[in-house]
């Protein structure tokens, strides 16, 4: 473990009221499941080098690791408090019968049971964003928002945030109670959002908070065989653009981040993350990104991206990628957004 001093990100306003956080986040999931086995004692030092390079905005879910991801971060947090903003969800249930199960909750009584468990677990008193992380339409939102609206009078949540929602939604929810963060997959590969989401978060003013921004690893080029490159226990074996010819042709379209890296000195994951945080201009909002990983020197390659600018006919090259890339986002698009497009 290097003694170096880290370079600290440049810091944005979270939404129009919220606190002012790192211009890119983290994202904790894989530290408790999905993407094989986790080093503890490499994911804990991960976690410090967080703070260390700025890194405020840390991000979770009740679903990741079954509560797992929650209780893993309290330590952290007891010791860090006052210089992270935590980020966590509901609204994805799993049964433990079950390993494969997952329902939609957004009814105001479930939320007030999970936003007392994740206070629970994750030891601390107040929760800084508290995201729905997947819209049930046969809910209103009007209930949903609402029943959030309640725990940030009972000083229980400090602002809400909505995941995977249309623009419309966005704005319906909105007019209920101010959204802070709006939270969907957003990267060279995915860029669905654009549609609707991201002219409304322009709008009023929502902060962005892409997901899985390195295409869940497949941007930094590591990956054209998920059977060969990929462990029995990761869940990307099972996603659409991780299998068989989509694999191959999506392994074809990162030649451009290649040749873009290579002019900058810097690896594929930096561009693709580079691009992620250009949008900001591009759409003019406030954009953080939340890329995941279990190691120090990633964290601090990620980091590095927000220090790289793309000229236009660097973007230009970049442009036409996700309209030819092979395969959905999930296998079963139903609770994204874009199922919801009109």
Same mark, same amino acid.
């Given at each position: 473990?290097?003694?170096?001093?880290?370079? =600290?990100?440049?810091?944005?306003?979270?939404?129009?009221?919220?606190? /002012?956080?790192?211009? !890119?986040?983290?994202?904790? *999931?894989?530290?408790?499941?999905?993407?094989?086995?986790?080093?503890?004692?490499?994911?804990?030092?991960?976690?410090?080098? $967080?703070?260390?390079?700025?890194? $405020?905005?840390?991000?979770?879910? %009740?679903? @990741?690791?079954?509560?797992?991801?929650?209780?893993?971060?309290?330590?952290?947090?007891?010791?860090?408090?006052?210089?992270?903003?935590?980020?966590?969800?509901?609204?994805?249930?799993?049964?433990?019968?079950?390993?494969? @199960?997952?329902?939609?909750?957004?009814?105001?009584?479930?939320? =007030?049971?999970?936003?007392?468990? +994740?206070?629970?677990?994750?030891?601390? %008193?107040?929760?800084?964003? @508290?995201?729905?992380?997947?819209?049930?339409?046969?809910?209103?939102?009007?209930?949903?928002?609402?029943? *959030? #609206?309640?725990?940030?009078?009972?000083?229980?949540?400090?602002?809400?945030?909505?995941?995977?929602?249309?623009?419309?939604?966005?704005?319906?929810?909105?007019?209920?109670?101010?959204?802070?963060?709006? /939270?969907?997959?957003?990267?060279?590969? +995915?860029?669905?959002?654009?549609?609707?989401?991201?002219?409304?978060? #322009?709008?009023?003013?929502?902060?962005?908070?892409? @997901?899985?921004?390195?295409?869940?690893?497949?941007? $930094?080029?590591?990956?054209?065989?998920?059977?060969?490159?990929?462990?029995?226990?990761?869940?990307?074996?099972?996603?659409?653009?991780?299998?068989?010819?989509?694999?191959?042709?999506?392994?074809?379209?990162?030649?451009?981040?290649?040749?873009?890296?290579?002019?900058?000195?810097? $690896?594929?994951?930096?561009?693709?993350?580079?691009?992620?945080?250009?949008?900001? !201009?591009?759409?003019?909002?406030?954009?953080?990104?939340?890329?995941?990983?279990? =190691?120090?020197?990633?964290?601090?390659?990620?980091?590095?991206?927000?220090?790289?600018?793309? +000229?236009?006919?660097?973007?230009?090259?970049?442009?036409?990628?996700?309209?030819?890339?092979?395969?959905?986002?999930?296998? %079963?698009?139903?609770?994204?957004?874009?199922?919801?497009? /009109?």
């Amino acid at each position: 473990m290097s003694n170096s001093p880290i370079e =600290k990100i440049s810091t944005v306003r979270l939404g129009t009221e919220g606190p /002012q956080i790192g211009v !890119q986040g983290f994202g904790a *999931m894989g530290i408790s499941e999905f993407y094989g086995d986790t080093d503890e004692a490499a994911a804990r030092d991960t976690l410090e080098a $967080t703070v260390e390079a700025g890194v $405020t905005l840390i991000d979770t879910a %009740d679903i @990741y690791g079954s509560g797992a991801n929650e209780e893993f971060l309290a330590p952290f947090l007891a010791a860090h408090r006052d210089e992270v903003t935590l980020a966590t969800k509901f609204a994805i249930e799993r049964r433990a019968d079950d390993p494969s @199960y997952r329902g939609i909750r957004n009814d105001a009584a479930y939320i =007030k049971k999970a936003v007392e468990a +994740s206070l629970r677990r994750l030891d601390i %008193d107040v929760i800084d964003l @508290y995201y729905m992380h997947r819209r049930d339409p046969q809910v209103p939102l009007a209930e949903s928002v609402g029943a *959030m #609206a309640e725990l940030v009078q009972e000083g229980k949540v400090k602002y809400l945030g909505l995941s995977e929602v249309t623009g419309a939604e966005l704005r319906e929810a909105h007019a209920v109670h101010p959204i802070t963060a709006l /939270q969907s997959e957003w990267s060279v590969f +995915s860029r669905d959002v654009e549609r609707s989401a991201v002219p409304a978060a #322009a709008e009023l003013g929502v902060t962005f908070v892409p @997901y899985s921004p390195l295409g869940r690893g497949f941007l $930094t080029g590591a990956f054209a065989d998920a059977g060969k490159d990929l462990s029995s226990s990761d869940f990307r074996q099972f996603q659409p653009r991780f299998t068989g010819d989509n694999a191959k042709t999506n392994a074809a379209l990162l030649e451009p981040l290649h040749k873009i890296a290579a002019a900058h000195g810097a $690896t594929t994951a930096q561009i693709a993350l580079a691009w992620v945080q250009q949008r900001a !201009q591009v759409h003019d909002l406030t954009v953080v990104p939340i890329p995941g990983t279990r =190691k120090r020197s990633r964290l601090l390659e990620n980091t590095g991206a927000t220090r790289i600018t793309l +000229s236009a006919e660097e973007l230009a090259l970049l442009e036409p990628i996700a309209g030819q890339v092979a395969g959905d986002r999930y296998p %079963d698009m139903s609770s994204t957004s874009a199922a919801r497009e /009109q």
